[in-house]
Nanobody
């Protein structure tokens, strides 16, 4: 399985922005659908966004549409989540995920996971 490491989390005020990064160790990163999930305090893990192998297809949770942008750079084995207009309800541990099955961006069923990075939005 591909090894994933998230970075870029931190403390930000409401209305601010952050960019999360996910580094993949697997050279075949470009063959994997990728996604971001989050788990807020006392909540179940939820889908945030996903991107196809080529980056041409993207899928977002309704709660982040228009505020979050997912992207990837296959040459660098990197995926990103640009977050703007952050709200207190965005506070969560954010996880990077990958799967060789291209349908994962629709099914949200990913097999490889990172350890997560904390994002805290203060109001």
């Amino acid at each position: 399985q591909v090894q994933l490491v998230e970075s870029g989390g931190g403390l930000v005020q409401a209305g601010g922005s952050l960019r999360l990064s996910c580094t993949a160790s697997e050279p075949t990163f470009s063959s994997s659908a990728m996604g971001w999930f989050r788990q807020g305090p006392g909540k179940e893990r939820e889908f945030v966004a996903a991107i196809s192998r080529t980056g041409l297809a993207k899928n977002y949770a309704d709660s982040v549409k228009g505020r979050f942008t997912i992207s990837r750079d296959n040459a660098k084995n990197m995926m990103y989540l640009q977050m703007i207009s952050l709200k207190s309800e965005d506070t969560a541990v954010y996880y990077c995920a990958a799967d060789r099955n291209p349908s994962a961006i629709a099914t949200q069923d990913f097999g490889s996971w990172g350890q997560g990075t904390q994002v805290t939005v203060s109001s």
